[in-house]
């Protein structure tokens, strides 16, 4: 869990004078129960849906209550927040985001042994945040920051089933690496398209911890397609986990990216910007076996490329078993 400053969404929402979804400018109307089955679920729905779908016929206000958890949920950690607002900005000063990490101790140990672990092949021991900044510059040094902060965010939710919450962490760093493989495709720095993506699922995250009974087996159920599961989602919390982690990106003043980012993730890849590669990223960490939860129809990478707007199935390339033993190498190295 994060050790900085705890505190809850609840609390920020407070000080914030902030006490509803809306005043967030989280579209609740688009997950509230009016459409039980959207339009991405017509056509037969699955015995499982069906059940999924009668389970529900006696739930209240779902959506309410899912808000009222997720306000419960801990905030990420404040620092990484503040580091990517930072960032965002035109010129950020290095020595205001390297004063930043240093507030927070455990955050730069971990970014300090991360950053010496063969995973990274840096040259030399870096025995500081400064020098981290100077070696790796201001991108690179976030990317490790975030990937600390994300995995001590996603292993510490609480959840009663640690291999969904396996399964998540595991589709996150891959959805990441595929990111920054693709980003020159994309005309995208590949630290930055690897943060943009390593939060894409953070929605996932904080459905688990705040329905951990529910939402645990939900992922370790076989589901037909991603779609359907959000779809399930919506049934179960009416709210999928795109805009769960839409609100709760909002709620912690993540720079408005990470928002769009979260909320569109699972659409059809348009356009070229970072939302796109995120969303080509994710289907390709599910091709290459790393999905968050199990599916029978997983587009392939040719299936994935051929969909692609017309300038990008050109320039797409992907090497898939190097990057599935790379994947695997930096599961395997952060655990
Ligand atoms: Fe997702
Ligand atoms: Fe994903």
């Known amino acids: 869990m994060p050790t900085a400053e705890p505190e809850c969404n609840e609390a920020l929402l407070g000080r914030r004078h902030l006490i509803s979804a809306d005043k967030l400018g989280v579209d609740m109307a688009a997950s509230a129960p009016k459409e039980r089955v959207p339009a991405a679920c017509a056509g037969p729905a699955s015995p499982w849906l069906r059940s999924q779908a009668a389970a529900m016929e006696d739930t209240v206000d779902l959506s309410q209550q899912t ?5 419960k949920l801990p905030v990420f950690r404040p620092v990484a927040t503040r580091v990517l607002q930072v960032l965002s900005q035109e010129s950020p000063e290095i020595a205001t985001v390297s004063g930043l990490i240093q507030s927070d ?6 970014l ?3 950053a010496n672990s063969p995973l990274w092949g840096c040259e030399g021991t870096i025995r500081s945040v400064t020098r981290a900044i100077v070696v790796l510059g201001l991108q690179r040094t976030n990317r490790l920051m975030m990937t600390v902060a994300m995995r001590v965010y996603l292993k510490g939710c609480p959840s009663l089933h640690p291999e969904a919450v396996r399964r998540c962490w595991n589709h996150c760093l891959a959805c990441a690496m595929a990111a920054e493989e693709l980003a020159p495709a994309w005309g ?7 943060t943009a993506a390593l939060l894409h699922d953070i929605g996932r995250a904080g459905l688990l911890a705040a329905f951990p009974k529910e939402y645990g087996p939900l992922l370790l159920e076989e589901v037909e397609s991603v779609l359907e599961a959000c779809n399930v989602e919506k049934l179960r919390f009416d709210m999928d986990h795109c805009r769960a982690g839409q609100f709760l990106v909002r709620t912690w003043g993540l720079p408005a990216e990470f928002a769009e980012i979260s909320a569109r993730h699972h659409e059809p890849v348009v356009g070229e910007g970072v939302v796109s590669l995120v969303q080509a990223a994710c289907q390709c960490a599910d091709a290459l076996g790393f999905a968050a939860m ?3 129809r997983v587009p392939t990478l040719e299936e994935l490329r051929a969909r692609l707007p017309a300038p990008l199935e050109a320039r797409f390339s ?3 078993g190097k990057l599935q033993e790379k994947i695997e190498r930096a599961i395997s190295s952060l655990g």
Not at 67 to 71: F, H, M, S
């Open 112 to 114: 300090l042994t991360l």
């Open 105 to 110: 101790a455990g955050l730069s140990a971990e």
């Open 318 to 320: 992907c090497d898939p």
């Open 294 to 296: 199990p599916a029978r």
């Open 188 to 194: 995208l720095g590949k630290d930055v398209a690897y």
């Open 67 to 71: 808000v009222n958890r997720l306000c």
